[in-house]
């Protein structure tokens, strides 16, 4: 699978933001897809997952409530929906996909489980 990410751009503070990640590959429909995000001089932590079917998404703790995870199998894409937008949200964000089967129920939570990545689409949200 490969990924186009799209969306980011400058906000300001308790603004909203929707990113798109659109993929192109066979393999799209049965990939679980997640978003990361890496701040200048961090490490890139994991920000939200969706399942290849839709269910339970997962959120890290400090975007639940603000970000939506959803995913359009008819069009291959994912999207990430921000609201309520902080300071500390700024960051380059990747979509990433994955269709294997892993031997861990938290495998999405780790970059290096994935195989398939975007570019990545810069989020600057200002105070």
């Known amino acids: 699978v490969q990924l186009q990410a799209s969306g980011g751009g400058s906000v300001q503070a308790g603004g909203s933001l929707r990113l798109s990640c659109a993929a192109s590959g066979h393999s799209f429909s049965n990939s679980g897809m997640g978003w990361f995000r890496q701040a200048p001089g961090k490490e890139r932590e994991f920000v939200a997952f969706i399942s290849w079917s839709d269910s339970k998404p997962r959120y890290v703790d400090s975007v639940k409530g603000r970000f939506t995870i959803s995913r359009d199998n008819a069009k291959n894409t994912v999207y990430l929906q921000m609201n309520s937008l902080k300071p500390e949200d700024t960051a380059v964000y990747y979509c990433?996909?994955?269709?294997?089967?892993?031997?861990?129920?938290?495998?999405?939570?780790?970059?290096?489980?994935?195989?398939?990545w975007g570019q990545g689409t810069q989020v600057t949200v200002s105070s």
């Open positions: 990433a996909g994955d269709s294997r089967t892993h031997g861990f129920s938290w495998w999405y939570q780790r970059s290096e489980e994935y195989e398939s």
